[in-house]
């Protein structure tokens, strides 16, 4: 779970706006409650993807094309969960789809008292195409009550739609980091040693999924 989870239970939450930000506040439609202290985002189903640039539309295309076929399949060869332990206070889960005998899709959930992480990993030819990273961080703490509000002079409790959204969209060509696409940047170009840097966390991360799910 990344740092900023860590923060004080009472820090303000800022909202950026920019030209290509995309901060929103999530709808019941987003997310779905498991039981009383665990509430699930939910995964991509039926999407597509945003609008390209215009000078990287057509090495985009494929990739885009992929997502939604995967994201369209409604019938899985083969589904498998395993429990991630140790990368977040709260814990996590990871969900392995098939199709075929064909690994598609793999998504990992990151749990956290003061906020979660899925992040979507799409295949194609047997390489990373697509990371679709859904960053929540949350107003309060998920045992933030309303009594533990009125204890603390506050003025809010725990409440899921108030959660800060950080989306980023990851674009690989030919299992290379190509594209990046943050809901809270300004648009300009990141530079070539951040590509290489996140490029590098994502497979590395990636691979240790791909190790779990073989993990007996």
């Not at 506040?25 to 991509?44: A, H, L, R």
């Not at 697509?130 to 204890?151: H, I, Q, S, T």
């Not at 290379?176 to 648009?187: A, F, M, R, T, Y």
Request: aromatic share 14%.
């Amino acid at each position: 779970m990344k740092n900023k989870y860590l923060q004080s239970l009472f820090t303000l939450l800022i909202t950026f706006q920019f030209g290509y930000a995309v901060n929103f506040i999530p709808n019941s439609s987003e997310f779905s409650i498991v039981k009383g202290d665990t509430i699930k985002i939910k995964e991509s189903l039926n999407e597509e993807d945003i609008e390209p640039n215009e000078y990287l539309k057509d090495r985009l295309k494929p990739i885009q094309t992929n997502f939604k076929r995967i994201n369209s399949i409604k019938k899985w060869t083969s589904i498998q969960k395993k429990n991630i332990e140790g990368e977040s206070a709260e814990g996590g889960e990871a969900t392995y789809y098939y199709k075929n005998k064909r690994l598609e899709k793999v998504m990992a959930r990151h749990y956290g008292e003061m906020g979660q992480v899925l992040i979507e990993y799409y295949l194609l030819n047997g390489k990373l195409s697509f990371v679709f990273e859904k960053d929540y961080e949350y107003n309060r703490p998920l045992f933030y009550d309303a009594k533990a509000m009125k204890e603390n002079n506050d003025t809010e409790a725990f409440d899921f739609e108030k959660s800060e959204i950080t989306e980023t969209r990851n674009y690989f060509e030919s299992g290379s980091l190509l594209h990046i696409v943050n809901s809270q940047d300004c648009g300009a170009p990141f530079s070539g040693d951040y590509m290489r840097e996140e490029d590098k966390r994502m497979k590395d991360d990636f691979k240790r999924l791909l190790k779990l799910e073989k993990e007996k």
